[in-house]
C-alpha cells in the first residue's frame, strides 16, 4: 500500500485554466503538507494542515487553495494557471513527535 | 528562524570511495534533522534522523550521518560510495513548535564507476 499518494502523476494544461491536484495519506498522520518543487530542485514549503485546519500558509498567491476534508486528505486547487506554476508540487504528511515526513511521488505540473 | 545549509551544489566520488555530504543547521532549541534522497522523477524518501542521543546516526542503504553541536553540521556520510548512490540528497531541520520541516538547497550526488 502505497503511504502517501497524489494524483494525477503529470498534469499538462494551458493557462489560465484551472486544476486540481488530490492526495491521500494512510498512515494515520495528523499534518499534511503540500511543497513545490522548482526546477532548480528547490523545495519549499506552501501550506500545512494539522486535523484539517490551515496551519501554515507560506505566502502564496491566493490562487492556490487548499482543502481538507478529513486528515487523510489533503487536495490543492488552482485557479488561473500561470507559466510560473509549473513545476512538481508534492504532497507530503507527518506526525507530531520526532518522526520525519512522508513525500507522495509527486505531481508534474507543466502549463504551457 | 530554523534553517539548514548545504554548501555544495554537486559532490562527485568514484565508486568505492567515501562520501561526505555537507549541511549545517540554525536552530533555536534542540535540533531534529534529518537526511532525505530523490532518485529522478520519484518523491523523497527518508534516510535517517537525528532527535538525542548518539552524535552518529545510522540509517538506510548504508548511510550514517555525524551530529556535530559545536559545529552546527549534520553532515551524511558513506565508507564506500556506489554507482546507484547517484542521487539528489536534501537536509532538513523540524521546527517542533509547528511541525513544520525545513530543507536544504540538495547536493547532487555523482558516484563515477
Known amino acids: 500500500d502505497t503511504a502517501v499518494s497524489q494524483t494525477p502523476k503529470y498534469l499538462v494544461t494551458q493557462m489560465g485554466n484551472d486544476k486540481s491536484i488530490k492526495c491521500e495519506q494512510n498512515?494515520?498522520?495528523?499534518?499534511m503538507y503540500w511543497y513545490k518543487q522548482d526546477s532548480k530542485k528547490f523545495l519549499k514549503i506552501m501550506f500545512s494542515?494539522?486535523?484539517?485546519?490551515?496551519?501554515i500558509n507560506e505566502t502564496v498567491p491566493n490562487r492556490f487553495s487548499p482543502k481538507s476534508p478529513d486528515k487523510a486528505h489533503l487536495n490543492l486547487h488552482i485557479n488561473s494557471l500561470e507559466l510560473g506554476d509549473s513545476a512538481v508540487y508534492f504532497c507530503?504528511?507527518?506526525?507530531?513527535?520526532?518522526?520525519?515526513?512522508?513525500f507522495g511521488a509527486g505531481t508534474r505540473l507543466s502549463v504551457l | 528562524a530554523q534553517s539548514v545549509a548545504q554548501p555544495e551544489d554537486q559532490v562527485n566520488v568514484a565508486e568505492g570511495n567515501p562520501l561526505t555530504v555537507k549541511c549545517t543547521y540554525s536552530v533555536s532549541g534542540n535540533p531534529y534533522l534529518f537526511w532525505y534522497v530523490q532518485y529522478p522523477n520519484r518523491g523523497l524518501q527518508f534516510l535517517l534522523k537525528y532527535i538525542t542521543g548518539d552524535n552518529l546516526v545510522k540509517g538506510s542503504y548504508g548511510f550514517e550521518a555525524e551530529f556535530n553541536k559545536s559545529q552546527t553540521s549534520f553532515h551524511l556520510k558513506k565508507p564506500s560510495a556506489l554507482v546507484s548512490d547517484s542521487a539528489l540528497y536534501f537536509c532538513a531541520v523540524r521546527d517542533a513548535g509547528f511541525n513544520k520541516f525545513y530543507f536544504g538547497s540538495g547536493t547532487k550526488l555523482n558516484v563515477k564507476p
Open positions: 507530503a504528511s507527518s506526525q507530531a513527535g520526532g518522526q520525519g515526513v512522508y
Open positions: 498512515l494515520g498522520h495528523d499534518t
Open positions: 494542515y494539522n486535523n484539517k485546519e490551515l496551519i
